[in-house]
């Protein structure tokens, strides 16, 4: 079973019911955690059989709100939707846990209640973006970790170069480090930093410093950054499309003549919207963690909703993280100057996951 | 005269000289700084009659390079295009600077030779960004600073207010900081820092954590940021740009049809292209100096060398920074707080230009 927080979210617990249900009519099994009372309504609401697909409430009284202070909801909200999905992951209860809530909490939550993979500080949220030509661009992080430090990014590019080539079969994928410049001496304190640790660091296919075009145009593969710098980059790529589009609907208004052309071009257009939209990809694996959390979007609708949940679905049906951790703890192994002493000492414990759905 | 810096920019020097030509073509003087073999040779491809326009070549046998550290670049390079340029200018021989190159070193030459506004700890690249409705939001910093401390963001919040009432004629102008999340809680150290500073300002109308988004809907008139993160969700907006309407021309691609349908749209497409043209803004301000240097784009082509020419012009004709430094003092004044006590010192002196065409 998947669990979802059906709590979290801007349009939470609305959008957030409405895409488990549609995920449910596609057989993945969901538990809706959260107010029993709204669920129970919204779900008649939406559909009166609902209960003939498989899908288990799971009442919670707390929530953890979008303006909680992460530690302080995940401590004492022990009856919050989150915490209690995480818990329910935890003790192998699901198979995996999908929120769109406060992603600061879902972070603390999930290294508290769930466990990071020994040897990794912070775990991160990573995720491909498309570019137009059809690469795909692995970006982690795109908003954990707020402040971060160079030996932290360094983890970030072990687990993207894992990750990329685990799905992607790139034997040496091309690894860049997200600056203001592609010189070396560009940068801020922790760019700088962290580009002299990856260059020391001959197991990684390290590129050098990139810039935000470079997620565009296919020149790498793994793309590593901060979660702040990463997730401003995230949102102002949504934003500008969100904008363009806004703009060639405009263009089309005023005559009919322009009307009529707009009504020619419908096609492309929407082929142009689908390729950037965020709500297709739905949500993101938080990287770093002992079992899958993804991490949706805080303002994503029901079909993102229902992306999200068919990614976790993949993503447990596959054993993935099981299959994510060894070479991430191998690679560790191998350079224990990244890894702090506490963490290290953990590096040499066996751990064992077993997720089957 | 406007003192161009010949040698700076990545298609430097055919492309300088030929927007240095453009512009000169509009009255405007022009001094070219930079190797005399060079500059005279692209003067005379360009066009013939070259001297019969306001155009003095200065001959500097130096260039700061783009791989250059800024500081090293400025101290030992005393006969560069750059160190020329604004040495010129703090003595008054020109009236503004105009530069592609090395950012990081124009900043370090501009606070060394050309000298900082009293209580303003570092310049920083301000500038307006346009949306498709016509707003524009004045964004500070896009560049100039990789790592800054929340008294400096506020001075640029400072720099903002000052720059947009002068500019856009609002009284009250909606300040907004940069962050990954709307909620005050969201953000790193330096954006929770920066926003309880600006928050206990009360003549400045902040209205709190913006993100991305927020550029294109016209809800702030000011967006404040560190050099960092302003400089990615810069450059991520144009990569994205790029990409769509690439994209696009990708779709008109294939069949007779579509081309024919391509044709149709050419003028409305050309539109779009325009509206977020980086190369149409040509170049942005160094707030915070004494006198006005210029950062043009390091990719910048002749078209947008021209525009960064001429929009020194118009700051040099309007004695921009001298109506501008006044108020930004006594703003800074009236709240020593955020000003480190060496600065402080300099508020009370007065400082005195006169820079007329």
Redesign the interface.
Known sequence: MIAIDAMGGDFAPRSVVQGALQAARKNIKVGLYGDQVQLFSLLYEFDLNWEKLPIEVVHCSQVVE????ASKGILKKKDSSLVRALTDLSQGAVQAVVSAGNS?AVLVGSVLLVGRIAGIERPAIGHFIP??QGHQTFCIDL?AN??CRPEQLVQFAIMGNVYTKMLQHITSPRIGL?S??H???????L?KETFALLESYPELNFIGNV???D??NGRIDVLVSD???G???L??????????L???E???QGSIW?SL?GF??QK?FS??HD??DNNRLGGALLLGVNAPVIVAH?NANAWAIENAIKFAYKKTKTNFINRFIPPVIEHLKNHTLIVSEMNAKNLHSTIKFDRSV
Chains 1, 2 share one sequence.
């Open positions: 979008m303006t909680d202070i600061g570019n137009a908003g707020t402040d997200l203001n410049g010189e070396s001496c560009k940068g801020s304190h760019v810039e935000p075009i997620l565009f979660g702040f710098s997730n401003i980059m949102k102002t790529a949504e934003g500008m499309h969100k904008a363009i806004e703009s060639i405009q263009a089309y322009r052309l020619f071009n492309i082929s142009l390729q950037f805080g």
